[in-house]
């Protein structure tokens, strides 16, 4: 008892405790141990500063008496009471689990006040909105009650004053004083009171009271809400939403119909001109259409075509759609992308003379490039390999009356078919050169005939009149035989006796050209974008692709951007013939061009566009095809197939590098004639060029050669050369070449093997020769059978095998022949299947060089 009284004794001697503290033992692993301190704090409610009515009705201080100071420390003094006997008798645990009990029971408590003081709030929230409606309410009937007082006494003012209009009208007159007045009062005096009408507007009011002041436009705007004032209850148009743009649009091309004949006049159906492709998409033939792409599938369904709009359909079904709608149909192809090659016409008075082009062809050495220098002043010839033309030269010679011609110079060797092809056909005249003292050869006939392909006027120079062997009227008569005909023979092809090295008769040449160039009025229109054609091609080191071409109509100028064959470029510079740049070329004007993306095929032709757009599309079509066209299979049958199956034919692979591409093409042509039955070859790359690292690598892993006419590899290709150890083959002049790929290819199929027959005999009877071998006794019918050769041993003309004879023996002596008409017995070396009346064949085996025809 003594503890107990001593304990509320001191009590009084602290303050109030807000915080309740206690302590708790952690336990951590390895017998560490912590102490820690608990504190349960009493969480206070702070109100929101706007808040007045919240200390009112707080319950906290409304239980708990205030006058009475005696109570409130009892329960402080009840409260610790229990407490402190536990600081010494609970345990650590029991206490932390108390103080956690009383923490919760506390924080219920204030969870409690915090949810009863929440709910007040609630009810105070909800007694002024209920309060401001109300106000609210009755401003809006005050406001209504007040607008139809207003509009009553208008409509009485307005009665008033028709009443007093009326008035004087029958005051003359007492006949219609007796109808007028009393009745018409009593008739307009109901409309004055508008009370009958009032329980029309009860819904409305209840509607008012729904809404609570939501509508602000007398419930005409239900859209717009908040406080209703007096102004808005007044003012029920102000803050409307306004009509758009589209709306009044809509409705003055409403009005605008109604006007015109109203919408029974139906709108008339508009025909359209409709592009379709290959393939279209059913949407975008719809768009373009200007239909509904539902209308067009429905269409589809219709015949029996299960499509989507986003699907593809063919041309065919796109014009069945076109028709069936009413439209007009313009069918275009992949192939409008490019440029079409038909020359469109010009007007006649755009027109001027040109310069005429004129093409000297005919055989090898017979003085081609020597009449071009004694009419240039110059000499191509001393640097051309071997003395011969193997390259197309364009030059522009201008002759003493100040006029131009444009010359070009082909090669006369046999390979170089291609080359005077393409010189005949962009030409305007050809020179035949014919030397005196050769007469007609191969290339001579060929010439003529691409000159006849080509449809041009020839006239016929007889070179090298200088010789005391010339004989020009064996030309002549020759030339009878090719149908060409001369004047000198009563023919319409000018002739003319010349000689390059003299210079003689060169006068009378040109001459002739200028007759026949009058005779043709060669015209072109030079204000245009420029065409032109592709003579030669090569890839220079310094300036990369470079094109010698011939301009044919307009003029090429610095800056234009064209297309040729499969590349596109802009023109770099343009250079003449004579080495200098120029800033623009005329028709007939043969120039080099550099600014290509690559080098193009001779014979291409280069054509000016727009825009380098319009080029690089035109480009990647004509590659796209090429592609195509390169590795399109060609078409076969099991036939072919088994046929090349059971071919044993040799390729012999190789590399082509040339200088130009027409040399390319020639080397090409070349290796194909070359090729036979038993061995090709096979072209693993033709380009035009230095010989490169790629073309070493491709060759070493082909294990082929390198062929390069014209052309030197460059530092790092001949590092690669020497390490992977490929054959290089050079070549300035191409008779060598093709002399030394004949050569090549024939050691790749070996020596010529020539059979001869010597001898024929056949078995009599069969023998047995030692343990294993079998003899035969033969008949010699024909020719020799000789100890060592090759024989033949057939059975009904099938052969059994093919073996040599190791021993001959007539009446037991061995003998080295056996003649015609005489029995011997053989011993055939690996065989044993001898019958009586086999057929033994003997022969010799001679092999011989193989040789190969140069065509």
């Known amino acids: 008892m003594s503890d107990e009284e001593k304990k509320p004794a001191r009590k009084p001697l602290g303050l109030k405790k807000a915080v309740e503290a206690g302590e708790v033992k952690q336990t951590f692993s390895h017998g560490r141990t912590n102490k820690v301190a608990v504190e349960v704090k009493r969480r206070r409610k702070l109100l929101k500063p706007g808040e007045t009515p919240a200390p009112a009705p707080e319950p906290a201080p409304a239980p708990a008496p205030a006058p009475t100071p005696a109570p409130a420390p009892a329960p402080a003094a009840n409260k610790p009471a229990p407490k402190k006997p536990a600081v010494s008798d609970e345990t650590p645990q029991e206490r932390v689990a108390r103080l956690q009990r009383e923490a919760e029971e506390e924080r219920l408590r204030l969870a409690e006040e915090n949810r009863k003081r929440d709910d007040q709030r609630a009810k105070q929230n909800a007694e002024e909105a209920k309060k401001r409606e109300e106000d609210n309410r009755k401003a809006k009937a005050e406001a209504e009650a007040r607008a139809k007082e207003e509009a009553e006494a208008e409509a009485v003012a307005n009665k008033a004053d028709a009443e007093e209009a009326s008035a004087p009208a029958p005051a003359p007159a007492p006949t219609q004083s007796k109808s007028t007045p009393t009745p018409a009062a009593r008739k307009f005096t109901p409309v004055s009171r508008p009370e009958p009408k009032r329980p029309e507007k009860k819904p409305s009011k209840k509607k008012d009271d729904k809404s609570a002041a939501a509508n602000t436009g007398g419930g005409k705007d239900k859209r717009r809400s908040g406080k209703l004032t007096v102004t808005k209850a007044l003012n029920e148009d102000e803050g409307r939403r306004a009509r758009s743009l589209a709306a009044l649009k809509r409705a003055r091309e409403k009005e605008r119909r109604m006007q015109g004949g109203g919408s029974s006049k139906p709108r008339e159906k508009q025909t359209r001109d409709v592009i379709v492709p290959e393939a279209i998409t059913v949407g975008e033939l719809a768009k373009r259409m200007g239909e509904k792409g539902a209308d067009l599938v429905k269409e589809l369904f219709n015949l029996d075509m299960m499509v989507t709009v986003n699907q593809t359909i063919d041309q065919d079904t796109a014009e069945l759609l076109v028709e069936q709608f009413g439209h007009n149909i313009q069918k275009v192809s992949e192939a409008d992308v490019d440029i079409q090659e038909e020359l469109d016409g010009d007007p006649e008075e755009t027109l001027k003379p040109r310069p005429p082009v004129v093409t000297i062809m005919g055989h090898v050495d017979h003085g081609k490039t020597s009449l071009l220098d004694a009419l240039r002043g110059a000499n191509v010839t001393k640097g051309e390999a071997g003395g011969i033309t193997q390259h197309i030269g364009s030059y522009q010679v201008t002759t003493k009356d100040k006029q131009k011609i444009t010359f070009l110079d082909t090669p006369g060797h046999a390979a170089f078919t291609e080359m005077r092809q393409r010189g005949a056909n962009v030409t305007d005249i050809v020179v035949l050169v014919v030397a005196a003292d050769d007469g007609i050869m191969p290339q001579t006939i060929e010439a003529i005939n691409h000159t006849k392909a080509a449809g041009v006027p020839m006239i016929v120079a007889i070179n090298k009149m200088d010789k005391p062997e010339a004989n020009p009227d064996n030309v002549r008569n020759r030339l009878l035989e090719h149908e060409v005909i001369v004047e000198k023979l009563s023919g319409d092809v000018q002739d003319v006796e010349i000689s390059a090295v003299k210079k003689t008769g060169l006068d009378d040449l040109l001459e002739a050209i200028n007759v026949q160039a009058e005779l043709l009025e060669l015209k072109a229109r030079p204000d245009r974008d420029a065409d032109a054609t592709v003579i030669e091609a090569q890839l220079d080191k310094g300036r990369g692709p470079v094109a010698t071409v011939l301009v044919t109509r307009g003029t090429l100028k610095r800056g234009d951007t064209f297309v040729v064959g499969t590349e596109s470029g802009r023109v770099r510079a343009i250079v003449n013939d004579a080495g200098k740049q120029i800033k623009e070329a005329g028709p007939s004007m043969p120039v080099e061009v550099l600014g290509l993306g690559g080098v193009p095929s001779a014979g291409d032709r280069l054509t000016v566009v727009e825009n380098e757009q319009r080029a690089r599309e035109v480009a990647q079509y004509r590659q796209e095809k090429a592609t195509e066209k390169r590795t399109a299979l060609a078409p076969t049958s099991f036939d072919t197939m088994f046929n090349n199956l059971a071919s044993n034919v040799i390729e012999w692979p190789v590399l082509v590098k040339a200088d130009v591409q027409g040399s390319v093409e020639a080397i090409v042509n070349a290796l194909h004639n070359i090729s036979n039955d038993e061995i090709k070859a096979r072209v693993l790359h033709a380009g035009v060029g230095a010989i490169t690292e790629s073309d070493v690598t491709l060759a070493a892993a082909s294990n082929a050669p390198i062929i390069g006419f014209g052309v030197r590899p460059n530092a790092k290709a001949r590092e690669l050369v020497k390490r992977d150890g490929v054959r290089m083959m050079y070549y300035d002049v191409i008779y060598h070449l093709t002399e030394d790929v004949a050569k090549e290819m024939a050691g ?108």
């Open 748 to 855: 790749e199929l070996g020596p010529e093997r020539i059979e001869t027959v010597v001898g024929r005999a056949q078995v009599k009877e069969v023998f047995r020769s030692g343990k294993k071998d079998k003899a035969a006794g033969l008949l010699v019918e024909e020719g020799v059978i000789r100890k060592g050769l090759f024989a033949r041993l057939t059975r009904d003309d099938v052969i059994v095998s093919a073996t040599t004879i190791a021993s001959l023996r007539r009446f037991k002596d061995d003998v080295d022949e056996v003649r015609s008409g005489l029995e011997c017995g053989v011993v055939l070396e690996d065989t044993n299947d001898i019958k009586p009346g086999d057929q033994l064949e003997v022969f010799e085996v001679e092999e011989r060089e193989r040789t190969l025809e140069v065509g």
